[in-house]
């Protein structure tokens, strides 16, 4: 998204100059793209704090530091997937360190942080499962069910660190495993995920996702 809105605007700064320099007096149209690109700058400038922001918390989540996030932009809706997120494998252990997340789920989470950190909203419930989702592949795990579980379980601090209170954080989690898990594929649910399960990364603390 911010590398379109870059383009946008620096297309628009770059005419608004071709007219100063001819000695164009149309000051209206050179203000207009003036305008313009302010507007893609500031776009740019909130994607790419965003991401940075989805990158340290991808970053701490994968125990990777140099983890990265890209929110991707409306070309990525052209392509026949359902996929909100991904993580590239090059299919011999080797794994991307870029989180790549379709530009709606980082604008639910966006909008869940502004709506004050709720569980209403099932998509952006699901987009910040999404980010954690991500963040366990970028970590080297590739089986999908396996993430999802681990991801789950990963739900709570990743709402915590984007912003949510641990009484929010929690009732994400829960709403996730209660409202979303059981509707996921089966490719995505995995049987020893549940509490104290063998994917049950605190086992036995009562704790459950």
């Given at each position: 998204m911010f590398v379109m809105s870059a383009i946008f605007g620096g297309f628009a700064l770059v005419l608004a100059g071709h007219w100063l320099l001819k000695g164009s007096r149309h000051s209206l149209s050179i203000g207009f793209c003036v305008l313009i690109a302010s507007v893609f700058g500031g776009l740019t400038w909130r994607e790419m704090r965003l991401e940075a922001e989805l990158a340290e918390?991808?970053?701490?989540?994968?125990?990777?530091?140099?983890?990265?996030?890209e929110c991707q932009g409306f070309l990525r809706e052209f392509r026949l997937d359902n996929n909100l997120g991904e993580v590239a494998f090059d299919?011999?252990?080797?794994?991307?360190?870029?989180a790549q997340l379709r530009g709606s789920v980082c604008d639910r989470i966006r909008d869940w942080r502004g709506a004050g950190f709720g569980v209403d909203d099932w998509d952006q419930?699901?987009?910040?499962?999404?980010?954690?989702?991500?963040a366990i592949h970028v970590s080297g795990?590739?089986?999908?069910?396996?993430?999802?579980?681990?991801?789950?379980?990963s739900n709570a601090t990743v709402a915590e660190l984007l912003g949510a209170t641990p009484q929010q954080a929690v009732a994400?989690?829960?709403t996730y495993w209660e409202d979303v898990f059981p509707r996921m594929p089966g490719s995505y649910r995995a049987s020893d995920c549940y509490e104290d399960g063998e994917l049950d990364q605190t086992s036995g603390d009562g704790i459950w996702p």
């Amino acid at each position: 998204m911010f590398v379109m809105s870059a383009i946008f605007g620096g297309f628009a700064l770059v005419l608004a100059g071709h007219w100063l320099l001819k000695g164009s007096r149309h000051s209206l149209s050179i203000g207009f793209c003036v305008l313009i690109a302010s507007v893609f700058g500031g776009l740019t400038w909130r994607e790419m704090r965003l991401e940075a922001e989805l990158a340290e918390v991808v970053a701490i989540v994968s125990g990777v530091p140099a983890a990265e996030v890209e929110c991707q932009g409306f070309l990525r809706e052209f392509r026949l997937d359902n996929n909100l997120g991904e993580v590239a494998f090059d299919g011999r252990g080797g794994v991307s360190r870029t989180a790549q997340l379709r530009g709606s789920v980082c604008d639910r989470i966006r909008d869940w942080r502004g709506a004050g950190f709720g569980v209403d909203d099932w998509d952006q419930v699901v987009a910040v499962h999404v980010l954690s989702h991500e963040a366990i592949h970028v970590s080297g795990v590739t089986s999908e069910a396996r993430t999802e579980c681990l991801a789950m379980q990963s739900n709570a601090t990743v709402a915590e660190l984007l912003g949510a209170t641990p009484q929010q954080a929690v009732a994400l989690a829960e709403t996730y495993w209660e409202d979303v898990f059981p509707r996921m594929p089966g490719s995505y649910r995995a049987s020893d995920c549940y509490e104290d399960g063998e994917l049950d990364q605190t086992s036995g603390d009562g704790i459950w996702p």
